[in-house]
């Protein structure tokens, strides 16, 4: 097999004893190459792992989704091989198998009600993992470690000057960088597990309504400060116009809704520290995704790219880039009005008191 081909159907028999009917390309995941299986009536999700996960994640995978699903929560889950492991070993890598949970993604938000049921669903699902005492195999050292992410963009300018589009993205960069040199500190928090990247395209909506389902994607647990988890969720939710464009502008009522939501199912347990942080975070969110983009447009070596829109890696991630940073720009203007809402949405849910 090559990556990006359909498995050989001989693997789900040899590795899970079952007899695959048909296998298609689901989703456009940049990571992980993922498939649909259907399987005499049942449906599954098949992924071939990107290299850079190490396949003791599936340890730290199952442990979080099994204390979720304990709790009530809908989540994916892991199927144990034939002879009992959480994943297997290929010649072309490592590979993976799951229920699937019938669901649409979406990849930005139109209306209030979504954001809000996103906040409620990442609440409980944060509330369900209070008391789970977990030492995870997989350590995402450095994830928002925002000082690292703007010297790298600061070693690509200094390093690969000879890039064909260096001058079309250099001008890009030094706002960038600028805009990380003039940020808000984000208040220092005890770290909680998190889902690490609670972008919307990772919430699964029942079909043509408003309600979510569950959480998908758990490469990226870990214990991380909230109000980085929530900002991550906030630069992605409150941006109708998506990720690929550079026509942006940070929705408030987004922000709002999604907060509201948040706030009800969160008010017994988050400190005032974390929700004070919440405004600061987002923004430094977006202008270090702003940063990682930028220095993508340079390396051109860690995301994926679509060629059916764009001409090159670069562009790609250079529109990215422009993007996030013409959303930090727009939620900069907003910062004290959000900061003074999130306050009062959180306190009207009796948040904070303790």
Not at 19 to 25: F, Q
Not at 45 to 70: C, K, W, Y
Not at 79 to 88: K, P, Q, Y
Request: hydrophobic share 40%.
């Amino acid at each position: 097999m090559i990556l990006g081909a359909a498995p050989d159907p001989g693997l789900l028999h040899r590795r899970w004893a079952i007899e695959a009917d048909r296998i298609e390309p689901l989703g456009e995941g940049l990571i992980n190459r993922t498939f649909l299986v259907l399987a005499r009536g049942a449906e599954f999700v098949l992924q071939r792992v990107n290299p850079m996960f190490a396949p003791g994640i599936h340890d730290d995978i199952e442990a979080i989704t099994s204390h979720v699903a304990g709790r009530g929560l809908t989540v994916p889950r892991l199927i144990r091989t034939r002879d009992g492991a959480l994943s297997v070993e290929e010649s072309d890598g490592c590979w993976r198998l799951m229920n699937r949970v019938p669901g649409e993604s979406r990849s930005s938000l139109r209306r209030p009600a979504e954001a809000e049921s996103a906040g409620g669903m990442l609440a409980r699902f944060h509330g369900a993992l209070l008391d789970l005492d977990h030492t995870f195999r997989n350590v995402r050292a450095g994830v928002h470690d925002t000082p690292r992410h703007l010297a790298r963009l600061r070693e690509a300018l200094t390093t690969r000057r000879d890039h064909p589009r260096f001058r079309a993205v250099e001008p890009l960069a030094q706002r960038i960088l600028e805009a990380g040199a003039n940020l808000p500190a984000v208040p220092a928090v005890t770290p909680r597990i998190v889902h690490g990247d609670p972008k919307i395209n990772n919430f699964l909506f029942e079909p043509g309504t408003d309600r979510i389902l569950c959480l998908v994607d758990y490469d990226t647990l870990s214990r991380m400060a909230l109000p980085l988890e929530l900002g991550d969720a906030f630069r992605s939710w409150c941006n109708p116009g998506g990720e690929d464009t550079t026509e942006v502008k940070f929705a408030p009522e987004m922000m709002a809704a999604g907060a509201r939501g948040y706030a009800r199912d969160a008010a017994a347990w988050i400190t005032p520290a974390e929700i004070r942080g919440i405004v600061p975070a987002t923004l430094t969110i977006c202008v270090e995704l702003a940063s990682r983009f930028c220095a993508d447009a340079i390396f051109e070596d860690f995301f994926g790219w679509n060629p059916e829109r764009f001409t090159s890696h670069s562009e790609h991630s250079e529109v990215r880039a422009a993007g996030q940073l013409a959303l930090a720009e727009s939620l900069r203007s907003q910062v004290p009005q959000l900061e003074r809402e999130m306050l009062d949405i959180f306190a009207a849910a009796g948040a904070g008191r303790h």
